[in-house]
């Protein structure tokens, strides 16, 4: 079993900075990617950033510029550095791993963080 633990959410104005975590534990081999999802209300959940093992990102175009994902794979952490943030940032953000935990059958399998709400204020 594998779990995702996301901090650092909260209330924001806009033009202002949040700094999002989520650290991974449990029955861990490896950690292929690793991302953040977010979901408004009244919307379907979307990607915000992905990053790989490699440390290649990729990003939504809504935020290309202003968030950065980043990670520390000795202590499988994932970041999202949230700048300049607008009120259509105001979402339930998602952290997603892809977990091996048998290195001998090396399935993945994705797991989610329960969710940290952002809210950010005109």
């Known amino acids: 079993q594998v779990q995702l633990v996301e901090s650092g959410g909260g209330l924001v104005q806009a033009g202002g900075s949040l700094r999002l975590s989520c650290a991974a534990s449990?029955?861990?081999?490896?950690?292929?990617?690793m991302g953040w999802y977010r979901q408004a209300p009244g919307k379907q959940r979307e990607l915000v950033a992905v990053?790989?093992?490699?440390?290649?990102?990729n990003y939504a175009d809504t935020v290309k510029g202003r968030f950065t994902i980043s990670r520390d794979n000795a202590t499988n952490t994932v970041y999202l550095q949230m700048n300049s943030v607008k009120p259509e940032d105001t979402a339930v953000y998602y952290c997603?791993?892809?977990?091996?935990?048998?290195?001998?059958?090396?399935?993945?399998?994705?797991?989610w963080g329960q969710g940290t709400q952002v809210t950010v204020s005109s």
């Open positions: 449990g029955s861990i081999f490896s950690i292929n990617a």
């Open positions: 990053i790989a093992t490699s440390g290649m990102t």
């Open positions: 997603n791993a892809k977990v091996v935990s048998s290195r001998w059958t090396r399935t993945e399998y994705a797991y």
